[in-house]
């Protein structure tokens, strides 16, 4: 397998706690340089994610009730 078909499988996740904008900055950032396919978020961070990647082949993944999945329906509709 080549590196780039590799890459192109490889989601970054950025779903730590206290997971900044920074961090999902440089997530965006390495994530466009290697050409991977996407970048994982917690839904506070998509928008931001979805600046830094506009216009790029990269995907925003959220995370949604991230790690256990205890939030209410409501919660993870908003």
Do not use: N, Y
């Amino acid at each position: 397998m080549l590196q780039a078909e590799l890459a192109s499988a490889i989601e970054q996740a950025v779903l730590q706690p206290d997971a900044t904008a920074r961090d999902v900055e440089r997530a965006c950032r390495q994530a466009l340089e290697w050409g991977f396919a996407g970048v994982c978020v917690h839904p506070v961070h998509v928008r931001q994610a979805a600046e830094w990647l506009t216009g790029s082949a990269v995907r925003v993944v959220c995370a949604v009730g991230f790690p256990l999945g205890a939030c209410s329906t409501l919660t993870k509709v908003v």
